[in-house]
């Protein structure tokens, strides 16, 4: 029955150029991620294992016959999954500007699905040259794409396919080994397993074969598991209680006005004296909460400061700050998007500026490099980047490593600023302006897989929710709905639950990195060799023909 169905529908597809085809399926890819699981209703409790089979259609396209019809379907195949993922920056509705966010939308998709495209192709390069070994490798080739992607000023690692996992912990635990691309290997490798099986059933030869290679990945799958089970039982050394009360101050961002900075300022005040009633440790706003420069307004600082002189609990609110050059510069000040951390014993605002820039929204790439470019105007925020990894001790021996929005969803740059110094995660965000789409659930994912990652537990503002309390297991203790006005107080337990990725961070990488070079070089050394035996015959050939020639009798 399958072979009848795999032999029609190739021979459908075949027949014309059905370029609808990548498209709908590219949809389909959405339906792998966050929020398509059991946490968002038990019927979608199979849906994260989608992954194993997501990016069959991929595979399909891009070993055709013809490279010019591989390489468009690979794009709109690309371009429509880009499309599903991001189609919530599309909500974000600056006023006099939503032409330009839509253009950026369709850019931003269009990038994006540079990079499926290129992973589409790596699959058609090592599909026709490592016709035995291209199960592993190409997972490794994909590892590397993403990558490629948490790298330079237009960096946006968003969704990479091991996220799908985040909410199904047995086996995310797998990710304080490798981090979250030991478990997009995983998703990648599972695909080559089943794509070798429509291949089988297609060829009519060794489907008994690749059933059983299925098979055994599911034992290992099962073992990851069990592991991640023993693990998420085992307790950290040194834990200890911290109560933390996140303010989720659902302030509207789309509609700021000239009164709007007071009344940012009221609603947050009232729910600072409503979360000191529960005795915090600590209290934390959300990114944005107080949308001013705010150790560079006196009657706002003073006003913040008293309410940890009356309250004697620290606070961390998201806020604008600003400095004037140290040396000579393009610019007359140099602003940034930064988190206060309010101080009542020491009666200080003690900045961390955000290193990490969403490009084109928070700043120009490559504008530090070519102040030029500053001169271009897309209604970005022209903000700086800070360079100082700031971290914040509190009582009870805990130290929080605040991020700011986008620079969660970095796991090299998370790694190594809480490796030797942070036992607590600390992030803010203002994720309004995706409005309730799939973004804040992507998001917050991300946030999650650092958890585990580096098991320590993570604390998440976010002003329009989702806000959460996350252990060094991943395991969501409290959370947020999206869009409610609401304060979230929980206990964490900051602990040193070390893990390898922990320590070594991105070694995986550089495990496929070791992997691809290798077997590429392989294969050029083999050419090579090829080449010199074909000539080596050739010449042979030659001199043995050479005598018939002079003699005149060759015919």
Known sequence: MLQIIINKFDAYFRAKNRWWIPLITGLLYSL??????????????????????????LLYFSVQTSFKRALQH?????????????????????????????????????????????????????????????????????????????????????????????????????????????LTFLVLLGNMLFWEVLVSYKQKSNRAQKWIHVSVFALFLIGLSVYGFTRMNSKPEGEKSFKVALLQSNIDQFN??????????????????????????????????????????????????????????????????????????????????????????????????????????????????????????????????????????????????????YEIIFPGFVQK???????????????????????????AAMARMRAIENGIPLVRSANSGISMIVDQYGRVMEETDLYTRTILSGTVHPGALHTLYGKWGDWFVWVCLSLCSASVLLLLVKKASRRQRHRSVSKKILVTRTPELISGQDS
């Open 417 to 443: 600023r809480v490796r030797d110094s942070a036992n607590l995660i600390i992030t803010i965000t203002n994720d309004g302006w995706f409005g309730k789409t799939t973004g804040p659930f992507h998001h």
């Open 32 to 57: 792998s991620l966050p929020p398509f699981n059991h946490e968002l209703h038990w019927a979608l409790v199979a849906f994260p294992f989608l992954s194993f089979i997501i990016l069959i259609p």
């Open 74 to 182: 690979l794009f709109l195949y690309s371009f429509s999954a880009a499309l599903g993922q991001y189609y919530w920056i599309g909500f974000v509705t600056a006023d006099g500007l939503w032409h330009l966010i839509l253009i950026g939308l369709f850019l931003i998709c269009g990038v994006i699905s540079l990079w499926y495209s290129v992973a589409g192709l790596l699959f058609r390069f090592t599909y026709k040259n490592f016709r035995r070994f291209y199960i592993l490798l190409f997972p490794a080739f994909w590892v590397l794409v993403d990558f490629s992607r948490t790298l330079g000023d237009i960096s946006f690692p968003w969704a990479f396919l091991g996220y799908n996992f985040s909410s199904v912990l047995p086996l995310a635990q797998s990710a304080s080994l490798t981090g979250v691309w030991g």
């Open 256 to 405: 700021w006005g000239n009164h709007s900075l007071d009344s940012a300022f009221a609603i947050t005040e009232h729910m600072v004296y409503k979360a000191a009633q529960g005795k915090p440790d600590l209290i934390i706003g959300p990114e944005s909460a107080l949308l001013c420069y705010l150790s560079r307004r006196s009657d706002m600082s003073r006003r913040v400061l008293r309410w940890a002189d009356s309250t004697g609990v620290p606070m961390i609110f998201g806020a604008l700050h600003w400095e004037k050059p140290v040396s000579p510069s393009y610019y007359d000040y140099l602003v940034y998007n930064a988190a206060f951390l309010v101080d009542p014993r020491q009666r200080t605002l003690k900045p961390y500026k955000k290193m990490k820039l969403v490009p084109f929204s928070e700043a120009i790439p490559f504008e530090a490099r070519l102040p030029l470019l500053s001169r271009i105007n897309l209604g970005e925020a022209d903000f700086q980047r800070g360079d100082e990894p700031t971290i914040y001790s509190f009582d009870n021996d805990v130290v929080g490593a605040p991020f700011i929005c």
